[in-house]
């Protein structure tokens, strides 16, 4: 049910161009009118810093492997995303992730043996060109305001990818993560709608958790994030209803 980000590129960038103030000087920055790279997908990445607001509206869970990523779960089945209609508007008020706000741009390497960091950006996605409206790029050929502000949400966006790398190393040395697995009943149907192929708390082994690994879950802010984490899954029903009543649901498990 829950997958990762591919690894050739992040999910929703379908190519990757540094900005530049020599190549795009004349661009302007305009808001997406629709997210139409949202319409077919049913998990977004998560950090940390964001389980509370987002445990809200979206059930959260972790990407099945060995390197767990937390997920906001839009829809249950593959495809499916019950958040926006099919233009790719948002249905009702909703926590937007910031991995969706940060699209089109992103921080990346240039090249592998470079540790710096260049502000790129998505040139398929329509929200950049030389337009008449939006927001100018650079002024003067130097960085502008609204340039300048998005950087500082790509900065903040990684360094909270790094706490919540931090955060799922924690929750695995605890040994927290199980693969996780949910039946949902309806009526009419003899067998249950059965979704695997994610992680989530292990509610037991947090129950026994020693006295001091439970402390430094606490002192280190981890606990709450557990707990919103935990919280969140009653949302999957929640998710299925809506998917029932669009009517993209799959057939029950045999």
Same mark, same amino acid.
């Given at each position: 049910m829950a997958t990762a980000p591919a690894a050739n590129l992040p999910l929703f960038y379908k190519d990757l161009v540094p900005l530049s103030s020599i190549d795009h000087a004349d661009y302007r920055a305009r808001p997406? #009118?629709?997210?139409?790279f949202l319409i077919n %997908?049913? $998990? &977004?990445p998560l950090t940390s810093d964001e389980f509370v607001s987002a445990s809200r509206y979206f059930p959260i869970v972790f990407s099945a492997g060995d390197n767990p990523v937390p997920l906001a779960l839009m829809g249950l089945n593959e495809g499916v995303? =019950?958040? =926006?209609d099919d233009e790719g508007k948002l249905i009702n008020p909703v926590y937007v992730p910031a991995y969706v706000r940060r699209y089109p741009f992103m921080l990346a390497r240039l090249r592998? *043996? =470079?540790e710096e960091l260049s502000l790129c950006f998505d040139p398929?996605? @329509?929200a950049l060109g030389a337009f008449d409206e939006?927001? %100018?790029?650079? =002024? *003067? #050929?130097?960085p502008s305001d609204a340039t300048a502000a998005v950087l500082e949400f790509c900065r903040n966006f990684e360094e909270a990818g790094q706490r919540t790398g931090m955060f799922v190393e924690e929750l695995q040395k605890a040994d927290l993560l199980m693969d996780g697995e949910v039946a949902i009943q309806t009526d009419g149907n003899d067998k249950p709608f059965i979704y695997r192929g994610f992680k989530m708390i292990d509610e037991n082994k947090l129950r026994e958790l020693r006295g001091d690994v439970l402390r430094k879950l606490v002192q280190n802010g981890i606990l709450p994030l557990i707990f919103a984490h935990l919280f969140s899954l009653q949302l999957m029903r929640e998710i299925f209803a809506e998917q &029932?009543?669009? @009517?993209?649901?799959?057939?029950? $498990? $045999?």
């Open positions: 997406l #009118e629709r997210a139409e %997908q049913h $998990a &977004v995303n =019950v958040f =926006v592998p *043996d =470079v398929t996605s @329509g939006g927001d %100018q790029l650079f =002024v *003067d #050929e130097k &029932v009543k669009t @009517g993209k649901m799959p057939l029950p $498990a $045999a």
